[in-house]
């Protein structure tokens, strides 16, 4: 199974690093060239620094086509923006946005987009440890209508159902850039070196978004 991670904070990086020793093949995007330092130095996919919300940066990292899209990143725009693109213009078969606040989180699924709610969970999580209820909220909220892409219109970042531009910044890591001096970790895109097989982009501008 080919997936795409956007965002490698703690959630991003552990979900990846499982995946990887599952050995499916994982591809793990960031804006910040030092977030891969909390992957571990035996992770054997490829490192991509970019903005997920760039249709050209994606798919120079290879996304086309994968299997599954996560949109993991701390901000609830940028991973509807970048779902969007996965969804719409990618062809991704399976695709989840994390979106923090539980309304849009629930609207966006609605329109189309799979959700998950770490507020949602965590409410959950703690009223069943209380005894005062939970048990009741699923880890990923469906997607329970259509997509409004499909009919050709867009989904804002800032509210449900609106168009929406995309940013054009991005950038992919560049020949010889090394992921931390201290620690190597896992190779990054455009980079050879030990803790990951990389296949170069086709373009390896560097641009930090």
Do not use: W
């Amino acid at each position: 199974m080919k997936t795409v991670i956007v965002g490698c904070g703690r959630v991003g990086a552990a979900v990846a690093e499982a995946l990887d020793r599952a050995g499916h093949q994982v591809i793990v995007i960031d804006r910040v060239t030092s977030a891969f330092d909390k992957l571990e130095s035996s992770f054997k996919g490829n490192a991509v620094r970019g903005d997920g919300t760039d249709e050209d940066m994606l798919r120079r990292a290879g996304v086309e086509g994968a299997d599954l899209f996560l949109a993991l990143t701390e901000g609830d725009n940028r991973n509807v923006m970048a779902a969007q693109l996965a969804t719409e213009a990618l062809g991704v078969a399976q695709v989840v946005a994390k979106v923090n606040d539980p309304l849009r989180a629930e609207a966006y699924a609605a329109l189309g987009l799979a959700t998950i709610c770490r507020t949602d969970l965590m409410l959950d999580a703690i009223m069943g440890f209380t005894g005062l209820g939970g048990g009741t909220i699923r880890g990923v909220q469906e997607a329970t209508g259509t997509h409004p892409g499909d009919h050709g219109e867009g989904i804002a970042a800032d509210t449900p159902g609106g168009g929406t531009t995309m940013p054009s910044s991005g950038s992919v890591m560049p020949s010889g850039s090394p992921a931390s001096p201290a620690n190597p970790g896992p190779a990054v895109a455009g980079e050879s070196g030990s803790g990951g097989s990389v296949a170069a982009p086709s373009q390896t501008t560097s641009q930090e978004a």
